[in-house]
C-alpha cells in the first residue's frame, strides 16, 4: 500500500501531461480509479485473511509487516527478474504488487513521447558523414532521437525518444495493463474465499463445542 500511496502522489502532473497527447484522459483514469479500487479491496482482504487465521492482532500485524517488506521487496522496484537468484523469482511472479505497479506505471506513462533535458544528451563526433547518417542504423534497433540530424562535427543525442523505452527498463507493457488490472481481482477474490476458509477453521466451534 506504502508503494501505491508514493506513486498516486508523485505522477499526478505527468499522468495528465502523458494522457492528453493521445487523447485519452477519460480511459486512463477510468483505468487508474479502478487500480485505486482494487488495491484498497485487496488491502482490507488481506487483512481480513490475516487476522482470521491469527490468535490475535500482534500476530496479525506481524505477518503483516513481513508480508508486506517480501511483496515491497520481490515486486521488481529493488531488483528486476533477471537480477533475481532463480529460487526467488517465483516470488516475482506470484506478487500482486507486480501487476499492480505494471499496470499503473504503463497506464500512467505509457505511449507518450519522451524528451531529455540538456545535461541527459550523449554528446560525440560522427565517424563519417552526418549524425543521422552515423545512427541511423544504431537508432532504428535501438530507439532514441537526435537534436540535429544534420550535423557533421558534434552529435546530441538522447536514447529515449518514447516512455514506452523506460517502461520496458522497469518490466512494465504498456499492451498487458488490463490482463494485470484483471489478475489482481483474482489476488482479492483469493483473499476473500481464504478469510472465509480460515475463519470457519480457526474460530467456528466445531464437534462437541458446536453442540454447547
Not at 502523458?18 to 483514469?29: A, C, G, H, Q
Not at 544534420?150 to 518514447?162: F, G, L, M
Request: charged share 10%; glycine share 8%.
Amino acid at each position: 500500500m506504502g508503494v501505491f500511496c508514493f506513486l498516486v502522489w508523485f505522477y499526478p502532473a505527468g499522468f495528465y501531461r502523458n494522457m492528453e497527447p493521445t487523447d485519452s484522459v477519460n480511459i486512463r483514469s477510468f483505468h487508474t480509479l479502478h487500480l485505486v479500487v482494487v488495491t484498497f479491496l485487496f488491502a482490507s482482504a488481506l487483512a481480513h485473511l490475516l487476522i482470521a487465521g491469527s490468535p490475535n492482532e500482534d500476530v496479525a500485524g506481524a505477518f503483516a509487516t513481513l508480508l508486506s517488506i517480501m511483496l515491497y521487496a520481490f515486486c521488481g522496484i529493488l531488483s528486476g527478474p533477471s537480477t533475481l537468484p532463480g529460487f526467488w523469482i517465483f516470488m516475482y511472479r506470484v506478487n500482486p504488487l507486480t501487476y499492480l505497479i505494471s499496470s499503473f506505471m504503463s497506464t500512467t506513462l505509457g505511449q507518450a513521447s519522451a524528451y531529455c533535458a540538456e545535461n541527459e544528451f550523449q554528446i560525440f563526433a560522427p565517424a563519417n558523414g552526418t549524425c543521422l547518417e552515423y545512427m541511423q542504423q544504431y537508432m532504428s534497433v535501438a530507439g532514441g532521437y537526435l537534436r540535429d540530424g544534420q550535423a557533421t562535427d558534434q552529435c546530441q543525442y538522447c536514447r529515449i525518444d518514447s516512455t514506452d523505452q523506460f517502461l520496458a527498463g522497469i518490466n512494465a507493457n504498456w499492451d498487458t495493463r488490463w490482463r494485470d488490472f484483471g489478475l489482481l481481482w483474482v489476488y482479492v477474490v483469493f483473499n476473500v474465499a481464504g478469510a472465509v476458509f480460515l475463519y470457519w477453521l480457526c474460530r467456528v466451534p466445531k464437534g462437541k463445542k458446536a453442540k454447547k
